[in-house]
């Protein structure tokens, strides 16, 4: 296709560097899309003419027939997905497929394709990432007042209810959708058209093109509309937040999960047994969840690398943007798929999270609260006396509301009988009643606007 100067054909080693045909043969149905919108636009111009423009449409929805009949075909000689679809062109319509890269290049159209892809990727995440947000606020709301200790440091902390644990992803997740619909509404400006480099100086009309493909507008310079690949690094780092909440999510499970914890079980469907220790229950898919965010990291990492040295505009490095985009999206899929599976169906032991937030002194910031409010106390000395009051505890072996109110009073006489209603678990809890703390009735307020968020 661009042997005209050339005497000698490439060396194999040549052929093989060059080829993107291996993995871009998945934007087919985008580079199909492109053309038909191209060719089009060229008709209603007068550029083409109205014969050739439907020999040229024809011939496109029969190549896209055959490829979703047996696939690509795959041949080195052939660069990549457009050079196929070319070539396959002039084979069914003889040199009036010729016609068709009129006015256009394919940098601008491996551009648009690219962006096309990337637009469908998004979507398929969006509608992942819904998903998963239904599965927490429906696990939530059936934990809502479920106590579990809450951790800082990994160590009981204050106790919470797993209602609003699941809920903090919840948080995350619709972070991420934003971060997803951000890219999205960024990407959407069609670069088709801006030719090799500089535009074209046929007639063409860019709007008619973008808005065939859905997108909001043509792009602004021609020069950035060929070497821009921010949409697909945007998309990676969105990628990249993402799989990270994912990531800590499987920790958490994983730990959960392990005997000296017990807080779940997870579900047959996701773990996998051992082939020597029979008692053992891996949480495979929560590890690889966990794994993978640290390959689509990898991957937003090679793209950075990729970009950050390129003049304008073009250059053939910008060929390697597609395997790292393609690698990150098939392993958020099914991150996301693998997460909400597990959220759905894993069984939450919750007499075992409640034993263990009544066996932490969990409510000691409770008593020093209580202290500050009934006493008049100071925080510093309220926490002071508290501290001696886990230590009383602590000796005797026992939770602190088990703690005789003489030895309480003992430590401070300003403490008396009406402590106890305090250092429950469910008065702790109960008590966190500020926007966006613990308390049933907060998180029951959040899920019941998140419920109208998700619009279920
Ligand atoms: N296969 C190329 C890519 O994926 C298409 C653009 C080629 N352009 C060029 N001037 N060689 O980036």
Not at 80 to 92: F, G
Not at 113 to 137: K, M, N, T
Not at 236 to 261: G, K, N
């Amino acid at each position: 296709m661009w042997g005209g100067r050339f005497a000698a054909g490439p060396a194999s080693i040549m052929r093989e560097i060059n080829a993107s045909i291996p993995f871009d043969k998945r934007l087919w149905k985008q580079d199909i899309a492109g053309s038909k919108a191209h060719v089009a636009m060229l008709a209603k111009q007068g550029i083409v003419d109205g014969e050739d423009a439907q020999a040229i449409t024809e011939g496109l929805n029969r190549i896209a027939a055959e490829y979703e009949a047996d696939g690509v075909p795959v041949n080195l000689d052939l660069e990549d997905i457009h050079m196929v679809t070319e070539s396959r062109l002039a084979q069914l319509i003889g040199p009036v497929a010729g016609r068709l890269h009129t006015a256009r290049s394919r940098n601008d159209q491996v551009a648009t394709d690219f962006r096309l892809w990337v637009r469908d990727a998004i979507d398929e995440v969006e509608a992942g990432l819904l998903s998963l947000q239904r599965a927490l606020v429906a696990r939530a709301q059936e934990h809502v007042d479920a106590v579990m200790p809450g951790f800082t440091h990994l160590q009981s902390a204050q106790p919470v209810t797993l209602g609003h644990h699941l809920m903090a992803y919840y948080e995350m997740v619709r972070r991420d959708r934003s971060r997803f619909a951000d890219a999205r509404a960024r990407l959407n400006e069609c670069p088709l058209g801006a030719a090799a480099l500089a535009g074209t100086g046929f007639p063409t009309d860019r709007h008619a093109t973008a808005a065939a493909l859905g997108f909001a507008k043509p792009t602004d310079n021609s020069l950035d509309s060929v070497s821009d690949r921010d949409f697909a690094l945007d998309y990676l780092m969105a990628a990249t937040q993402a799989s990270l909440h994912l990531s800590r999510l499987a920790e958490e499970f994983i730990i959960w999960a392990s005997q000296p914890f017990g807080f779940v079980k997870l579900p047959d469907a996701y773990s996998t047994g051992s082939s020597i220790m029979p008692q053992k229950r891996n949480p495979d898919a929560a590890e690889l969840v966990r794994g993978h965010a640290g390959r689509i990291m990898g991957c937003m990492t090679a793209l950075c690398v990729t970009m950050k040295g390129l003049p304008l505009a073009y250059s053939k490095d910008m060929q390697d943007d597609k395997p790292p985009v393609f690698e990150a999206h098939d392993l958020l899929a099914l991150s996301i798929a693998a997460m909400t599976g597990m959220v759905e169906t894993v069984t939450f032991r919750t007499d075992r999270m409640r034993g263990l937030a009544e066996s932490g002194f969990a409510t000691a910031t409770d008593l020093a609260d209580w202290l500050v409010c009934e006493g008049g106390i100071p925080f510093r000395e309220a926490h002071h006396i508290t501290g001696r009051a886990v230590a009383a505890a602590e000796a005797a072996g026992v939770p602190l509301d088990q703690v005789p109110i003489a030895t309480l009073k003992a430590i401070d006489a300003r403490i008396d009988e009406r402590i106890y209603a305090v250092l429950t678990v469910d008065a702790s809890v109960a008590s966190r009643t500020s926007h966006g703390g613990t308390a049933p009735i907060q998180v029951r307020a959040r899920i019941a606007q998140a419920q109208e968020e998700l619009g279920s």
